[in-house]
């Protein structure tokens, strides 16, 4: 009897027959037990080792007490590793896979259960630290991102530059395969370098190569304490392979305490000096930037600004001051520069930008905003941490007085001061210039209602409507905003009120796209595991850099509420190409639109959303459909899930 | 009293035999919207010329076209120049046309979503 397979496909039989050979000729492929007994006596090869005769055994539960000691890691480096991080409490770990840390992912899945921290399944390591970005500004808990030392990094370069331009602390644990014996591919050598940190080393705080566990505890705890000392920025240890890979049984590692560090102070002679300043000030204008990144830090504000009844213009990077404060009057900032007598900046990225004004013509200047008298002084922790290479510092700027100290920090000893030094004549002033603030903080507020009314019922939608539809329906929710709606004309800063330090987490830091949406899906973690509803205003721009992420909110359970701006093409960039047709006097019409639209074909991010398993709606263009577009997409959100509504939008 | 009365009849009797023709004001705001779009106005300006963080509001309330024009011709640092040679007057005429033929914002009173946003504010 023919067997009606081998009939069927003759060329099985000869496959079969050329591969029993060629198993026979290379030696070290396990063989069939059938073709072993049918070439036993024949081969010429070496006996093999224990570990290759282990391995020939069928099953583990077959090994003998020696074949299990010589081929079972009974404890590997990468355990103690997981022990090692598990000790700081760090409950996430971003990661896209990648063979030169299998160990440590091996040991975080199977050793530490998976569990504090939790692998999150990022698509791109970008993604991976704009998410870890986000989380943390949300959360105030610092998490880990794991990836390759070498492709790994730069994939994940533009991201880390934003983390350090923006000040946020965050563990990156770069794989690498150091010595040539554990590079047995082409890849692993592709993926080797003598000093893979040096593509993002100029935007790092601090990095580290242990070569021993203890070593790589020592590093680890340090890592982390440097990472969130103020000024805080993200610190990379590079892990090797083999030492993650490598038996640690009998190995005794002491992992150090965290001790953090406190943040630096302020002179305590210059803090009083500002005090002075402040209350003999007829016109002082606080500016605040990257200033509270807790809670504390947006309550001294409001304490130092209701002393002094000093107007208050929040830059956003950081959720500094309620945006319904009387005091807040960040969209009066050129006339209150302008009038002030004295400034003072704290946490600020770019002070010397405040003073002055860019005119941006064929002969590039500058123009001095504040008055030529004007006292400045600033407060940060700017000077205390620099790196040449990238400028993000921006430019020189020298304030009377430049208090190097923590602003959070400093500001409360500043509060304390300013009551000190308080007059009778400043308190009495203080009522009149109440009254004041306030009615300009209605003109303002009046103004941004009126001007939302025009163009309410345009199609395309504009980006009032937009942002008014989304705080219709979150408004009695606990929720919060997970991007600085910059390109909506920051619409949600002038008529939401955003007054809880979790409902805003400011803007990326280096002004690189491909933030938003990252950063959102951590933000979002965050806030799911506060019970809080995250709210992102997604623009197409940035999601077409990394739609991935999306995702791994959908993988995760990650109940992000993405609402689209679609605005087709990125508008700022057109912009720019205007001024240089302009100067040249050629192709103003329609030429800016090369190479900055991207509308045709339109993309569709329903589509794309739906594809990555996101539940999704769109494209909207009816202004009058968004409202319940939103209701629909709430629900899914009630149920854990993100969602994503694509809305046709004006420019800005 | 009478005669400035009669003077501004006069002028105003003037005014309308030179005004262009309700067909063709029309016609001109619906070039203006294409040109609005095509010389990348509405980049900074919006659709409709209510503006926004990149540029200011340009409509409802339309400046004169004689100052618009001065403006466009010679503009604020941040916006670029926009010649004669690229941008014709009769194109500009067009584009003041479309911004004119904007229809007068509804009263946010009227809108809930802004009503609601009133009412907060007049309770600080």
């Known amino acids: 009897m023919t067997d009606s397979t081998e009939a069927a496909n003759p060329s099985r039989r000869r496959f079969l027959a050329s591969a029993a050979l060629g198993s026979v000729a290379v030696g070290a492929i396990p063989i069939p037990a059938a073709a072993e007994a049918a070439t036993a006596g024949k081969s010429k090869l070496p006996p093999p080792s224990t570990r290759a005769a282990a391995m020939e055994r069928p099953a583990p539960a077959d090994y003998d007490a020696e074949q299990q000691d010589s081929y079972f890691v009974k404890r590997p480096g990468s355990d103690v590793m997981v022990d090692i991080i598990r000790s700081i409490g760090i409950p996430y770990i971003a990661i896209n896979s990648g063979s030169s840390f299998r160990g440590l992912h091996e040991s975080i899945n199977n050793y530490g259960g998976n569990a504090n921290p939790q692998i999150l399944t990022c698509l791109h390591e970008e993604q991976a630290v704009g998410l870890a970005h986000g989380y943390t500004k949300a959360s105030g808990k610092i998490m880990a991102v794991m990836c390759h030392g070498t492709v790994g990094l730069q994939h994940a370069a533009m991201a880390v530059y934003n983390a350090y331009a923006d000040r946020v602390p965050m563990v990156i644990i770069a794989a690498a395969h150091g010595d040539l014996k554990d590079r047995l591919s082409t890849v692993q050598w592709a993926h080797s370098a003598q000093d893979p940190v040096t593509v993002i080393r100029d935007y790092t705080k601090w990095d580290d190569t242990p070569l021993s566990l203890q070593g790589f505890a020592e590093s680890f705890v340090r890592a982390i304490k440097i990472a969130q000392t103020p000024p805080m920025g993200p610190v990379v240890l590079i892990v090797d392979s083999h030492l993650q890979e490598e038996d640690a049984s009998g190995i005794v590692v002491a992992t150090p305490r965290l001790a953090p560090a406190t943040a630096p102070l302020g002179d305590a002679n210059a803090v009083r000096e500002l005090a002075k300043w402040l209350v003999a000030a007829e016109n002082p204008l606080l500016i605040a930037d990257r200033l509270a990144n807790t809670p504390a830090g947006m309550a001294v504000l409001i304490e130092l600004a209701e002393l002094l009844e000093a107007p208050v213009v929040d830059l956003g990077g950081r959720m500094n001051f309620p945006s319904d404060h009387y005091l807040n009057h960040t969209a009066r900032r050129r006339p209150l520069v302008a009038d002030a007598d004295l400034i003072v900046g704290i946490e600020m990225e770019d002070m010397w930008g405040v003073i002055h004004t860019g005119v941006d013509t064929v002969h590039a200047s500058f123009d001095r905003v504040a008055s030529d008298g004007v006292r400045v002084a600033t407060i940060g922790v700017n000077d205390l941490f620099l790196k040449s290479n990238y400028q993000s510092f921006g430019r020189y700027y020298p304030a009377e007085l430049a208090i190097s100290g923590d602003g959070e920090a400093t500001l409360l000893l500043l509060v304390d001061e300013v009551k000190r030094a308080m007059t009778p004549t400043r308190k009495r002033r203080n009522d009149g210039r109440r009254a004041a603030m306030l009615a300009e903080f209605k003109k303002m507020r009046a103004k941004a209602i009126a001007d939302a009314a025009i163009a309410w019922d345009a199609a395309p939608v504009s980006t009032a409507r937009l942002c008014m539809e989304l705080w219709g329906q979150i408004k009695d929710r606990p929720w919060a905003l997970t991007v600085d709606a910059m390109f909506q004309s920051f619409w949600p800063q002038r008529l939401w009120d955003i007054n809880q330090h979790h409902q805003f987490i400011g803007r990326s830091g280096a002004y690189g796209v491909g933030y938003g949406a990252p950063s959102s899906v951590g933000a979002a973690l965050a806030h799911r595991d506060a019970g809080r509803l995250a709210v992102n205003i997604q623009s197409d721009g940035d999601f077409l850099y990394v739609p991935g992420v999306f995702w791994t909110a959908a993988h995760h359970k990650i109940p992000l509420l993405s609402v689209m701006h679609n605005n087709g093409g990125y508008h700022q960039e057109a912009m720019h190409l205007q001024r240089m047709a302009s100067r040249r006097n050629r192709g103003l019409a329609d030429s800016a639109s090369v190479g900055n639209a991207f509308h045709q074909p339109a993309p569709d991010y329903a589509a794309i959303a739906k594809g990555l398993g996101v539940w999704s709606a769109g494209p909207v263009t009816d202004p009058a459909a968004v409202g319940p577009a939103i209701t629909r997409a709430l629900q899914v959100i009630d149920s854990g899930e993100p969602a994503l509504i694509d809305v046709i939008c004006q420019p800005r | ?124």
Request: hydrophobic content about 45%; aromatic content about 4%.
């Open chain 2, 1 to 124: 009293m009478k005669a400035a009365i009669m003077h501004h009849a006069v002028a105003a009797l003037l005014l309308a035999a030179t005004a262009p023709p309700v067909a063709a004001q029309t016609q001109d705001a619906k070039a203006g919207e294409t040109l609005f779009s095509r010389y990348g106005c509405m980049q900074c300006h919006n659709n409709t010329g209510q503006g926004g963080q990149a540029g200011p509001k340009l409509a409802p309330e339309v400046i004169p076209y004689e100052s618009f024009a001065a403006i466009v011709r010679a503009p604020a640092p941040r916006m670029p120049a926009y010649p004669r040679e690229a941008l014709s007057d009769a194109d500009l005429g067009r584009i003041h046309a479309y911004l004119q033929a904007m229809p007068a914002p509804a009263d946010p009173a009227t809108i809930p979503l802004l009503r609601e946003r009133q009412a907060a504010a007049s309770r600080r």
